[in-house]
């Protein structure tokens, strides 16, 4: 994926945290903590199914890439922990508020650094985030991500 600006509107409140020099970071990704480095959510273990790679997605999440880091780079980016979103999506209606996860490429074996998906709206577990406009049959979606590790990431109503 190239880099692609997602950003829309809203406070991204960003931290900046170093790249390991053999990761490549673009512009848009998904991205989570690896202890003291930012990795793209590809990078999350997949486990048995999607939805444990959604889980571990969702306990890792740091935000999204609002700078890039090419291979051998070792320098901090900037990373949104929260705002708006514009990001990739199947084709399908989500709701407003519904929330969204992490989505996996046609293989089912790694997630996908810049495409997302309607989750179980039981399942806070697995999201990043809420979709911030309804979208009707749509290949795109507004999310409003909220950063697990900085801000507790989506929670389950009480």
């Not at 991204?12 to 053999?22: F, R, Y």
């Not at 848009?28 to 273990?45: E, H, Q």
């Not at 090419?70 to 709701?95: K, L, M, P, W």
């Not at 089912?108 to 309804?134: E, H, K, N, W």
Request: glycine share 8%.
């Amino acid at each position: 994926m190239a880099n692609v600006m997602r950003w829309r509107y809203g406070d991204t409140n960003p931290v900046k945290l170093p790249v390991d020099s053999a990761t490549v970071i673009e512009i848009g990704d998904l991205v989570y903590l690896d202890t003291d480095d930012v990795k793209p959510i590809s990078g999350v273990t997949y486990g048995a199914n999607l939805t444990a790679a959604q889980e571990a997605a969702h306990d890792g999440f740091l935000g999204v890439a609002m700078q890039a880091s090419a291979a051998g780079d070792t320098n901090e980016i900037r990373v949104a922990t929260s705002g708006v979103f514009e990001f990739d999506q199947a084709t399908a209606t989500v709701e407003l508020g519904s929330r969204v996860g992490c989505d996996d490429n046609a293989a089912g074996d790694t997630l996908l650094t810049q495409q997302v998906i309607a989750v179980d709206g039981a399942s806070p577990q697995l999201a990043i985030g809420r979709c911030a406009r309804r979208t009707s049959s749509a290949t795109k979606i507004l999310v409003s991500i909220k950063s697990t590790v900085m801000n507790d990431g989506p929670q389950a109503v009480a």
